[in-house]
C-alpha cells in the first residue's frame, strides 16, 4: 500500500481563489549516474555531485526504475523528484532553465544519496523543443516506467512559439506531444504508468471552443483558458487509457489542491502572504502525483481522477464524454503532425 512520506505539514485547506494548483514549472536538472559522471551525446549536460548511492532495502523500492518528470525543479514537481528519488529511482528531470535544476539536483543528491538524477532540456511552449527531448531520450537504450507529466502554467496571456494559445499549447498539447512520441518506450518497460498532472479548475470548463485555440488568450485573468487546458489534460487521460487497454499501461489524472508554489508570485505581496499561509505545502500537493506514480492498489486502475492526497473522484462530466476526447486526440494529432 502507498505510504505518504512523513515530511508534509498539516494545514487548513482553504480554496482562495480556486486558482491554478501546481506550479509554473518547466525546469531542468542533469546527469550522474553511481557518482561517476554518465556522458551521452544526445545532449544530457554532464555533472557529478556525492559519492557512490548506497541504497537499503527500505529506500531501493523503486531502484532499477526510471522516471521522466516535467517541471521538477520547483513545486510539487520538485518534491515528487525528491520522494521518488529517495526510493531510489533513476530520474530524468525534464525542464527549461539549466542553471535552476542544476540548483535542484544538488539538493536532491544531498538529501537522498541517490546520484541517478539527470537533466534534459524541455521547452512544453515550443513543439520542436519537445520533438528533440524526445528524439534524445529515444536514442538511450532506455526503459521508461513513469512519466509524470508535471509542468504547467496558469494567468498568462498571449501564444505558444507555434501559435496555440498559451496555456492549451503548454498545458495540453506539449505534454500530448512528448507522451505520444514516448509512448512506444513506455509499452515496451512493462508495468508503466503515465500521469497527468491536472486541476480542479477543470470543473469550471463548460465545454472546448476549438475556434479559439489558435488565437491569444482572451480572458483577463487567463483563468477561463487555463480550466480548458485541464479539462483537455482530463481527457487526454481517459481517451489515453482507452487506446493503451490491453497493455499493462496505466494513466491518471490528478489534482494536487491549491499548492503554495511559485504559480502565485504575481499576487501583490500582502495578498500573497495571506492566501498561502490557507494552502497546501507542495508536499502535500505532491501526495497525489507520488500516489499515482507508485502506489501497488492502484497498478490496474486506468483512466481516472484523484484529489488531494491521491483519493478518486468523479471529474467534470464532459471528461467522460467519449467522443470530446476523441476530437480532442484527433486535433491535437493533427497539430503535432502525428497520426491519429
Not at 53 to 62: D, F, G, N, S, V
Not at 68 to 89: D, F, P, S, V, Y
Not at 122 to 141: F, I, N, P, Q, W
Not at 318 to 327: I, S, V, Y
Request: glycine content about 10%; some cysteine.
Amino acid at each position: 500500500m502507498y505510504r505518504p512520506f512523513t515530511k508534509a505539514v498539516k494545514r487548513t485547506v482553504v480554496d482562495p481563489l480556486d486558482a491554478p494548483n501546481h506550479q509554473k514549472s518547466h525546469g531542468l536538472g542533469h546527469v550522474c549516474k553511481g557518482g561517476k559522471p554518465h556522458h551521452v551525446s544526445c545532449g544530457f549536460v554532464t555533472r557529478t555531485y556525492g559519492g557512490p548511492t548506497t541504497m537499503t532495502t527500505e529506500t531501493a523500492e523503486l531502484a532499477g526504475k526510471t522516471f521522466i518528470i516535467t517541471g521538477a525543479n520547483t513545486g510539487i514537481g520538485k518534491i515528487t523528484a525528491m520522494e521518488l528519488a529517495r526510493k531510489g529511482a533513476h530520474l530524468i528531470l525534464a525542464c527549461r532553465n539549466s542553471a535552476k535544476t542544476d540548483t535542484v539536483i544538488k539538493e536532491i543528491v544531498k538529501e537522498t544519496g541517490n546520484t541517478q538524477v539527470e537533466y534534459i532540456h524541455l521547452d512544453l511552449g515550443d513543439l520542436s523543443s519537445v520533438r528533440e527531448c524526445a528524439k534524445e531520450l529515444l536514442a538511450r537504450d532506455l526503459k521508461i516506467h513513469g512519466l509524470v507529466n508535471n509542468a504547467g502554467l496558469a494567468g498568462q496571456r498571449g501564444l505558444t512559439k507555434d501559435g496555440f494559445e498559451i496555456q492549451f499549447g503548454t498545458n495540453h498539447l506539449g505534454h500530448y506531444l512528448f507522451t505520444r512520441l514516448l509512448l512506444d518506450r513506455i509499452k515496451e518497460s512493462g508495468g508503466a504508468r503515465i500521469v497527468n498532472v491536472a486541476s480542479k479548475s477543470h470543473y469550471a470548463a463548460k465545454g472546448v471552443d476549438w475556434s479559439v485555440l489558435q488565437k491569444p488568450t482572451r480572458s483577463v485573468t487567463a483563468m477561463k483558458e487555463y480550466s480548458v487546458s485541464k479539462l483537455a489534460n482530463v481527457l487526454f487521460t481517459k481517451e489515453l487509457a482507452r487506446r493503451l487497454e490491453g497493455t499493462d499501461v496505466t494513466t491518471y489524472a490528478v489534482h494536487p489542491g491549491v499548492v503554495a508554489t511559485d504559480v502565485w508570485r504575481r499576487v501583490p505581496g500582502p495578498f500573497r502572504w495571506v492566501i498561502k499561509k490557507f494552502m497546501l505545502t507542495p508536499e502535500q500537493g505532491a501526495e497525489s502525483s507520488l500516489r499515482c506514480a507508485t502506489a501497488p492498489e492502484l497498478a490496474k486502475e486506468t483512466g481516472r481522477y484523484y484529489d488531494v492526497g491521491g483519493k478518486e473522484v468523479k471529474p467534470n462530466r464532459l471528461a467522460d464524454d467519449a467522443d470530446l476526447a476523441k476530437t480532442l486526440w484527433t486535433k491535437s494529432a493533427e497539430w503535432t503532425g502525428l497520426p491519429a
